[in-house]
């Protein structure tokens, strides 16, 4: 890390991260977004849930190969492939999946809680012979963790999950390693802190800088629409908190999720964050803000590896203290997507890969 005479940062150049949590898309939109995430990422974990969700060994070969053909030349991105856990899939197909090093993790959606999660599981005891394949496997369970009870507030579905839900799941399969994505609440960050070296977690940028205000600024703001949900102050803070304490559960997945400007702009407008542009410039941001900046590299590029038991990146990256109007939008064959903080100054510039290496 570069310092001024005043032990201001100005350059910070780090361990390649990884981004642990992303949406890709298929088709036009694929193409346009993938590079966003490769340019800064040297790995990432693709999320299944497309239409038809990937729910086969053979399905998800298909879109590693759509994805790396997406590739602009040059940039050296290894996607890993992740499969939609359904009622009916087959423990077999999971264990093949794994066995193959198609499939790196399982992702959980409750069925109706998200994007295309139409398909997800109705109910947690369905699948707990995948379960016991992946827990004996030492595959790693991906979880939206929200319920979809249409009685409980969609403020506190997190905080319902992980009671009625995972606290259940955790007991049943005490040596599962598990992923809760996207954590928004104080309860989650508790949660995963209490809870042993097999759970641990991913938080995104947008959860960091926005709390639930946002999405109604002046006016109702659909792109700052995600779910879960952005939470109240306390919750943002409690985030910042867990990203930045050094806690090896905590990692890097921004939950980059692109839709189509009409999607969004809608009466019903669909749930999701672009921020792929934007990503490692946020987080440098809010662990700048926090204080925090010597524990970026960890948060991005040790803690999930390690989760994971995969290798650290041997590359680095750029980041310099230098402002930077992030784009306003991206256009995707006839149509646009709107990015994260679209037309705000960021503190940071991503400069791209270090020479030196790590
Ligand atoms: N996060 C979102 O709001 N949406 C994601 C799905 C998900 O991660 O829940 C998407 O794929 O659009
Ligand atoms: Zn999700
Ligand atoms: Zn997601």
Known sequence: ???????????????????????????AMLSTVVNETARQFARAIVMPNLIPPVTTVAAAEAYRSRIQAALAPGLAFTPLMTAYLTDTIEPGEIERGFGSGVFTAAKLYPAHATTNA??????????????????????PLLVHGEVVDHHVDVFDREAVFIERVLTK???????????LEHITTEEAVAFV???GPNLGAT????????NRNAMFEGGIRPHLYCLPVAKRERHRLALRRAATSGNPKFFLGTDSAPHAVGEKESDCGCAGIFNAPVALETYAAVFEEEGALERL?????EHGPRFYGLPLNTGAIV?????????STM???????????ANATLAWTFRGRSIGGY
């Not at 201001?8 to 150049?13: G, I, K, N, S, Y």
């Not at 590299?297 to 590029?301: G, V």
């Open 203 to 210: 938080i995104t940028p947008h959860h960091l800088v926005i």
């Open 1 to 27: 890390m570069i310092k001024t005479a005043t032990g201001a940062a100005t350059r910070l150049v780090i361990r390649q991260p990884d981004d642990w949590h992303v949406h890709l898309r298929d088709g």
């Open 118 to 139: 139409a398909q997800g599981v109705t109910d947690i005891e369905r699948i707990y012979p995948v379960l016991e394949v992946m827990q004996r496997l030492g595959m």
């Open 169 to 179: 799941l955790l007991a049943a399969f005490p040596a599962l390693r598990v992923v």
């Open 319 to 327: 980041l310099e203290r230098t402002p930077r109007r992030a784009p």
């Open 193 to 195: 802190e209490a809870a």
């Open 297 to 301: 590299e960890a948060f991005a590029a």
């Open 331 to 341: 256009v995707v064959a006839n149509t646009r997507i709107i990015p994260f903080q």
